[in-house]
């Protein structure tokens, strides 16, 4: 079981920024490519970035991308989202989640990820 919690959400101006993190605890967090997803209402899960296990493989909706950084640290267990020049459409719950294998990572499928956290919501004013 791996548990997951955001934070870092809120409000923001278009064309600011704002940093989400993700805090794992549970079973042994480095085993897991990690992903965040959103949630804008009305909408569908949208995937946005994974990150494997080590964190030397990334990869990114094409929505995100040049504006969106995922990272993590083994160390303190946590997942970050760094979010750049953020626009009124990045507007949604953001939610992080784990899966089992960077393969599974990669199909951008929510049921390939076996974990999720509560999520937290980011407001884009225009």
């Known amino acids: 079981q791996v548990q997951l919690v955001e934070s870092g959400g809120g409000l923001v101006q278009a064309g600011g920024s704002l940093r989400l993190s993700c805090a794992a605890s549970?079973?042994?967090?480095?085993?897991?490519?990690m992903g965040w997803f959103r949630q804008a209402p009305g909408k569908e899960h949208e995937f946005v970035a994974a990150i494997s296990w080590s964190g030397l493989n990334t990869y990114y909706a094409d929505s995100v991308k040049g504006r969106f950084t995922i990272s993590r640290d083994n160390a303190k267990i946590t997942v970050y989202l760094q979010m750049n020049s953020l626009k009124a459409e990045d507007t949604a719950v953001y939610y992080c989640?784990?899966?089992?294998?960077?393969?599974?990572?990669?199909?951008?499928?929510?049921?390939?990820?076996?974990?999720w956290g509560q999520g937290t919501q980011v407001t884009v004013s225009s």
């Open positions: 549970g079973r042994t967090f480095s085993n897991y490519a």
């Open positions: 989640a784990a899966a089992s294998s960077w393969r599974k990572a990669l199909t951008e499928n929510t049921y390939d990820y076996d974990y």
